[in-house]
C-alpha cells in the first residue's frame, strides 16, 4: 500500500496516563493501518490495558491525542461505538445470564448483526448456549466476549488478551477467526504476553515495556530475518571456558551463556560453524544436547531490550 493510501484505524500520540504517581503509560506512540493486526506486546503491567482502554473511550488520557476511526473516544463515543467491537479483559458477563441471551441482547444494539447462534456455532459454543455465564468455563467466557465483540460487525476490534486462558484448541480456533477479520478487512488491535500469538496474527508489533514502546515493526523486521543474524542453541555443561571456542570460530561471531548451561552462539551460522562448535564439545568431553538453529525470535529481541523475560 503506497503511503497516499494508507489509512488509519487507530492514532495515538504522546500517550501518557498516570494513576496517582504511577505512570502506566509514558509517551507512547502507535498506528494501527486499515484492516491490519496491530499487537500490543509486554509483560504484564506494560500499560497495555490502559492504552487500549483509552482508545475504547473508557479511560481518560492523562496527555496525548488518541482518533479512532478519526474520531476521539472521549468526546465521540456516540459515533465510534455503532462502528467498533471491544473484548475487555476478563469477560464482564451478568453471573445469571445465558450465553444466547447475552449475545442475543447486544445483537439487538446493532443496526445490521451477524445472527447470533451462527456465532456461537463458529465459535464452538453451541452446547453451552443456555449456560449461565458463571457456569462457563474460563475459555468458554472469553471466547462469548469475543462473540459480543463481533456480532454487531464493527470496523474495528480490539481483543484485550483474546486467548488468555484459553485451552491450545479454542486459541488455534480464536487465531482461525481473527486471520478471518483481517481478510474481511476488519482491524485488529489485540493485546497480548504471548510471543507466538504476536508472531502469528500480527502485521505490526509493538513491544511495550513500563509504559514506553520498546520495538516496534513487523515480526519479521523485528526478529530481522537476515542470514548474519541467526543463533546457534546448545545445551550442556554449565561454565565452559569459550575462550577457545571463540578463538576457532570465524571472527564476528560471539559466544554467550545467558542462562547455565545454556549457550548461544550468534552471527552468520554456516555448517562449518556447527562442525567447529560440535569438535569443541568434544574436546571438553561434553555432548551438545538440544543443538538448534534457529532465527532470533521476539524473545529474544525483548530480553536484549530491557534486559528482562517477557513472561518475568
Ligand atoms: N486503576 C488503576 N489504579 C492504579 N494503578 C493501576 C490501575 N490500572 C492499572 N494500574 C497500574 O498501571 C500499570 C499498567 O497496568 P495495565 O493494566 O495497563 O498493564 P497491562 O500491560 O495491561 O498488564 P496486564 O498484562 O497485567 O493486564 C500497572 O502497574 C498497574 O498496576
Known amino acids: 500500500m503506497s503511503p497516499q493510501s494508507r489509512t488509519c484505524a487507530v492514532e495515538v500520540s504522546g500517550l501518557v496516563k498516570r494513576y496517582g504517581s504511577k505512570v502506566a503509560v509514558d509517551g507512547l506512540d502507535l498506528t494501527l493501518d486499515t484492516g491490519s493486526v496491530l499487537a500490543l506486546l509486554g509483560p504484564n503491567g506494560a500499560g497495555k490495558t490502559s492504552t487500549v482502554e483509552i482508545c475504547e473511550g473508557f479511560r481518560t488520557a492523562d496527555e496525548g491525542t488518541v482518533r479512532v476511526l478519526g474520531l476521539d473516544p472521549r468526546t465521540q463515543g456516540d459515533r465510534l461505538r455503532p462502528r467498533v467491537g471491544v473484548m475487555p479483559q476478563g469477560g464482564g ?62 470496523e474495528l476490534v480490539f481483543l484485550d488478551e483474546p486467548t488468555a486462558g484459553m485451552d491450545p484448541q479454542a486459541r488455534r480456533l480464536v487465531w482461525e477467526l481473527i486471520s478471518a477479520l483481517r481478510s474481511d478487512g476488519v482491524s485488529v488491535l489485540l493485546t497480548t504476553h504471548l510471543i507466538d500469538e504476536a508472531e502469528q496474527l500480527a502485521d505490526h508489533v509493538v513491544i511495550v515495556d513500563s509504559g514506553r514502546v520498546v520495538a516496534q515493526g513487523s515480526p519479521r523486521e523485528l526478529t530481522a530475518d537476515e542470514p548474519d543474524d541467526q543463533q546457534l542453541r546448545f545445551r550442556t555443561r554449565p561454565g565452559l571456558d569459550t575462550t577457545l571456542l571463540v578463538a576457532a570460530l570465524p571472527e564476528g561471531l560471539d559466544v ?31 555432548l551438545a544436547e538440544e543443538l538448534m538453529v534457529a532465527k532470533r525470535s521476539l524473545e529474544d529481541v525483548f530480553l536484549e531490550l530491557t534486559g528482562r523475560e517477557l513472561r518475568s
Not at 445469571?96 to 446493532?110: H, K, M, P, Q, W
Not at 455465564?133 to 466476549?145: A, D, F, M, T
Open 256 to 286: 554467550r551463556e545467558p542462562t547455565q548451561g545454556s549457550y548461544l552462539v550468534e552471527g552468520r551460522i554456516d555448517p562449518q560453524v556447527v562442525s567447529t562448535v560440535t569438535s569443541w564439545c568434544a574436546q571438553q568431553g561434553v
Open 93 to 154: 458477563g451478568y453471573p445469571g445470564v445465558r450465553a444466547d441471551e447475552l449475545l442475543s441482547l447486544i445483537a439487538t444494539c446493532s443496526a445490521n448483526p451477524l445472527d447470533p447462534a451462527w456465532l456461537l456455532d463458529v465459535l464452538g459454543l453451541t452446547s453451552a448456549v443456555r449456560t449461565p455465564y458463571k457456569r462457563l468455563s474460563g475459555g468458554q467466557q472469553q471466547r462469548l466476549s469475543l462473540a459480543c465483540a463481533l456480532v454487531g460487525r464493527p
